[in-house]
C-alpha cells in the first residue's frame, strides 16, 4: 500500500492544479509536418473541459489528453483551450503542412549506394558466391574495375554476382565500382577487401561465456533478430563467413547459422571440425526431473524445440552421429515426467534426439553438457494448486531505463515494478516462493535476468511491461506473448483473465523474440498490461483499484493455468 501511495503522490503532484488553470503541450507543437493527420497530446487540470481548434477532448484523471487535427496544406493555426474552476488557459500555435520533397534525379555519372547483399560482407568462403548491389544514375554502364559488368535490374539499381576464388585479384583488395555516362565516369571504392576462407584450412571458433547463442540469419530488429537459441561454452564451430559483427558458422552440411563474435574465440590454425559418433546413453528418473544423458566425443551445437500431441522436447546435435546400440533407461514410475525417448538421423550429420513427456504440458527443460556429454533434464509437472509453487516475477525496465513515459509523465518502470510487488504480495498469500529480477528501481541488465532465473529454476514465470506506440488517441489494450508453443497456454490463460476488466484485445503474440521469452528451462510470459502512450490508459494504469483488479486476474490466470495443465 505504501508503493502505491507513493506512486500516486507522484501522480498527484505531477497533475495537482496551480492557483490558474495547468496547461502543458508536450508532444505536437512544430513548426511544419508532412502528415494531414497530426496527433497533439499534453497535461490540463483533470476537471478541465479542453477544446482544439473548438472540438473538445477528455481530459483524463492524471491530467493527459490526447487530440488529432485535420491540416491542410500550407501555414495551418492550432488553438488549443483549457477551462475549469481554476480559470482558463489558451495556447496556439503555426504549423505548416508541406508535402513530401520529391527526389531530385541523379545527371551524370554517381553512385549513392554500393554494398555486399548481405551488407558488411568480410568474408565468405571459397567457391561462394558474393552478390553485389549499387544505386546510382538510371542507364549508365557500371562495372567492378577489373572485373564483371553490373546489370540495370530496375531504374537506377545494379547488381552482379561474383564467385569467390582462393586467387581473385578482384577480391584482393576492396571493390572498385566504376560507372560510366555520356562524356563522364567516376570511381567508387568499399572500405575493406573481402577475405577467401581456404576450405582446407578452415576456421575454427569455440564458444565461449554463459549465454552463446545462434541466430538464424542477419535479420534484425529492436529485440535483436531471430535466435535459434542459447547453446553452451565450449563449443567447437566451423566458421564459413564473416558479416558486419557476426560469424556465419556451419552446424551441419546443408544448414547454416550465425553468431555473434563476442560469443566465440577463434582457435589456433590447425584445429579441424568436429564430428562424433552417439555413444552411450541413458535416462533416470528423478524427483523433480528426468535426466537424459548422451555421450559424444566432442561438444557439439545443438538446437532444442517443443513438439505438441503428444508433448515431445527434441533436441537437435549437428554433427552427430547414431551409433547406439541400446538406450538403458531407469524409470521413476511416481515422478516420471519422461514416459519414453528414441532418436532418428534426421540427416547424415544431425541426430535427433526425441523425448516424449508423460503428460501434455510442458514445463520446462534444460540442455547442457558435463564434459563431453550431453544432459537434457526434463522437469516433472507440479501439484496443481499455487500453494508450494515457485513463481519468478520481472518488473521490466528500472534504473535509468524508464521505459516508456505517458503523456502526463507517469513512467513504466514505476508501474511495473508496482504491480509486479503487487502480484508478489498476492502469491506469497497464497504459499507461492517468489522471486524477482528486481525489487527496486535499480536497471539489471536483460542477460543477468536471464542468468539469475536459470539459477533459481522457477516453476514458472511473469514479466511485466507497459506498451506504448500507435494513436494517443486510440486505446489499444492489453496482451500477452510467448516464445515456444509449449508455454503458449500460459500466455493464453493469463490474457483471457486480464481481458474480465474490459480492455481491448490487442492479442497473444507467439514466436515473441524477447530475450526473458526465450528460456525453455520454465514455462514463461511476457503480460504488456496496457498502452502507457495514451492517455485513458495511462489513467487506468495509475487507479490503484484498476491495479488491484489486474493483478486479482493475472493471479486467477495462474490458477486456471494450473488446473488446464492437470486435466
Given at each position: 500500500?505504501?508503493r502505491?501511495l507513493m506512486l500516486?503522490c ?8 496551480a492557483?490558474?488553470?495547468r496547461l502543458?503541450?508536450g508532444r505536437g ?5 508532412q ?11 483533470p476537471d478541465?473541459?479542453l477544446?482544439?481548434n ?9 491530467g ?14 492550432v488553438t488549443v483551450v483549457?477551462?475549469s ?8 500555435f503555426?504549423?505548416e503542412l ?8 541523379l545527371t551524370g555519372a554517381?553512385l ?6 548481405p551488407?558488411d ?7 561462394e558466391?558474393?552478390a553485389l548491389r549499387?544505386?546510382g544514375?538510371p542507364g549508365?554502364?557500371v562495372?567492378?574495375v577489373?572485373g564483371?559488368?553490373l546489370?540495370?535490374v530496375k531504374?537506377?539499381?545494379?547488381q552482379?554476382?561474383?564467385t569467390?576464388?582462393?586467387?581473385c585479384?578482384?577480391?584482393a583488395?576492396p571493390?572498385?565500382?566504376?560507372i560510366k555516362?555520356e562524356?563522364?565516369s567516376?570511381?567508387?571504392?568499399m ?6 576462407i581456404d576450405p582446407?584450412k578452415?576456421?575454427?571458433?569455440r564458444?565461449v561465456?554463459?549465454?552463446p ?11 535483436g ?5 542459447h547453446?553452451t ?6 566458421a564459413v ?5 557476426q560469424?556465419k558458422?556451419?552446424l551441419?552440411k546443408?544448414?547454416t547459422?550465425?553468431?555473434p563474435?563476442?560469443c566465440?574465440?577463434v582457435q589456433a590454425?590447425g584445429?579441424l571440425?568436429?564430428q562424433s559418433?552417439?555413444g552411450s546413453?541413458?535416462v ?12 559424444l566425443?566432442?561438444?557439439?551445437p ?14 537437435d546435435?549437428?554433427g552427430a552421429v547414431?551409433?547406439?546400440s541400446?538406450l538403458t533407461?531407469?524409470?521413476n ?17 544431425i541426430?535427433r534426439?526425441i523425448i516424449?513427456?508423460s503428460?501434455?504440458?510442458?514445463w520446462?527443460?534444460s540442455?547442457s553438457?558435463e ?6 533434464r ?7 494448486s499455487?500453494r508450494?509453487l515457485?513463481?519468478?516475477?520481472d ?5 535509468p531505463?524508464k521505459g516508456?513515459v505517458?503523456?502526463?509523465g ?7 515494478l508496482?504491480l509486479?510487488?503487487?502480484?508478489r504480495e ?5 504459499g507461492?516462493k ?13 542477460s543477468d ?5 536459470r539459477?533459481a529454476?522457477?516453476?514458472l514465470m511473469i ?5 506504448a ?6 486505446p489499444?489494450g ?5 516464445r515456444h508453443?509449449g508455454f ?7 490474457l483471457?483473465?486480464v481481458?474480465?476488466l474490459?480492455?481491448n484485445?490487442?492479442?497473444?503474440i507467439?514466436s ?14 511476457l503480460l504488456?498490461?496496457?498502452?502507457i502512450?495514451a492517455?485513458?490508459e495511462e489513467a ?5 483499484k ?5 493483478i486479482d ?6 490458477e486456471?493455468y494450473?488446473?488446464?495443465c492437470a486435466k
Amino acid at each position: 500500500m505504501k508503493r502505491i501511495l507513493m506512486l500516486m503522490c507522484a501522480a498527484a503532484m505531477a497533475i495537482a492544479p496551480a492557483a490558474a488553470q495547468r496547461l502543458e503541450i508536450g508532444r505536437g507543437e512544430r513548426a511544419t509536418t508532412q502528415t494531414a493527420r497530426h496527433s497533439i497530446t499534453g497535461v490540463a487540470d483533470p476537471d478541465a473541459t479542453l477544446t482544439v481548434n473548438g472540438k473538445q477532448f477528455p481530459v483524463y484523471s492524471t491530467g493527459g489528453w490526447a487530440a488529432e487535427v485535420m491540416l491542410e496544406e500550407g501555414k495551418n493555426t492550432v488553438t488549443v483551450v483549457a477551462v475549469s474552476k481554476a480559470g482558463r488557459a489558451e495556447k496556439s500555435f503555426d504549423i505548416e503542412l508541406t508535402p513530401r520533397p520529391e527526389k531530385e534525379p541523379l545527371t551524370g555519372a554517381k553512385l549513392i549506394e554500393w554494398s555486399t547483399v548481405p551488407a558488411d560482407i568480410k568474408a565468405v568462403t571459397e567457391g561462394e558466391r558474393v552478390a553485389l548491389r549499387v544505386v546510382g544514375t538510371p542507364g549508365c554502364k557500371v562495372s567492378i574495375v577489373g572485373g564483371c559488368e553490373l546489370t540495370e535490374v530496375k531504374e537506377g539499381v545494379y547488381q552482379t554476382m561474383i564467385t569467390a576464388k582462393k586467387d581473385c585479384k578482384v577480391l584482393a583488395e576492396p571493390l572498385q565500382f566504376k560507372i560510366k555516362a555520356e562524356g563522364d565516369s567516376a570511381t567508387y571504392s568499399m572500405k575493406e577487401a573481402i577475405k577467401v576462407i581456404d576450405p582446407n584450412k578452415p576456421v575454427m571458433l569455440r564458444t565461449v561465456g554463459e549465454l552463446p547463442y545462434l541466430n538464424y540469419g542477419l535479420g534484425t530488429d529492436r529485440l535483436g533478430g531471430s535466435k535459434i537459441g542459447h547453446i553452451t561454452d565450449g563449443i567447437l564451430l566451423e566458421a564459413v563467413g564473416e558479416v558486419g559483427n557476426q560469424y556465419k558458422v556451419r552446424l551441419s552440411k546443408n544448414r547454416t547459422a550465425y553468431i555473434p563474435k563476442s560469443c566465440v574465440e577463434v582457435q589456433a590454425a590447425g584445429t579441424l571440425p568436429a564430428q562424433s559418433l552417439v555413444g552411450s546413453w541413458s535416462v533416470r528418473g528423478g524427483k523433480e526431473a528426468d535426466v537424459v544423458r548422451v555421450s559424444l566425443s566432442e561438444r557439439l551445437p545443438f538446437a532444442t524445440f517443443h513438439q505438441m500431441d503428444p508433448a515431445r522436447v527434441v533436441v537437435d546435435i549437428f554433427g552427430a552421429v547414431a551409433n547406439t546400440s541400446w538406450l538403458t533407461q531407469y524409470p521413476n514410475i511416481k515422478n516420471a515426467a519422461i514416459q519414453c525417448v528414441d532418436y532418428e538421423q534426421v540427416e547424415e550429420d544431425i541426430f535427433r534426439v526425441i523425448i516424449t513427456l508423460s503428460h501434455d504440458a510442458h514445463w520446462g527443460h534444460s540442455v547442457s553438457y558435463e564434459g563431453n556429454s550431453l544432459v537434457i533434464r526434463v522437469k516433472a509437472a507440479p501439484k496443481a494448486s499455487l500453494r508450494g509453487l515457485h513463481v519468478a516475477i520481472d518488473a521490466g525496465h528500472g534504473g535509468p531505463y524508464k521505459g516508456a513515459v505517458g503523456v502526463a509523465g507517469v513512467e513504466e518502470k514505476s508501474v511495473n515494478l508496482d504491480l509486479a510487488h503487487m502480484l508478489r504480495e498476492a502469491l506469497e498469500k497464497r504459499g507461492v516462493k517468489v522471486t524477482m529480477t528486481r525489487s527496486e528501481d535499480v536497471n539489471v541488465d536483460m542477460s543477468d535476468r536471464v542468468l539469475m532465473l536459470r539459477k533459481a529454476d522457477p516453476n514458472l514465470m511473469i514479466s511485466i511491461h507497459c506498451n506504448a506506440g500507435g494513436s494517443p488517441l486510440k486505446p489499444l489494450g492489453t496482451s500477452t506473448y510467448y516464445r515456444h508453443p509449449g508455454f503458449q497456454p500460459l500466455s493464453v490463460a493469463v490474457l483471457k483473465r486480464v481481458l474480465e476488466l474490459d480492455m481491448n484485445n490487442f492479442g497473444n503474440i507467439g514466436s515473441f523474440n524477447f530475450i526473458l521469452n526465450s528460456p525453455y528451462e520454465y514455462p514463461n510470459a511476457l503480460l504488456e498490461t496496457l498502452f502507457i502512450s495514451a492517455p485513458a490508459e495511462e489513467a487506468r494504469l495509475v487507479d490503484p483499484k484498476f491495479r488491484k483488479d489486474l493483478i486479482d486476474r493475472v493471479v486467477k490466470g495462474l490458477e486456471d493455468y494450473l488446473k488446464e495443465c492437470a486435466k
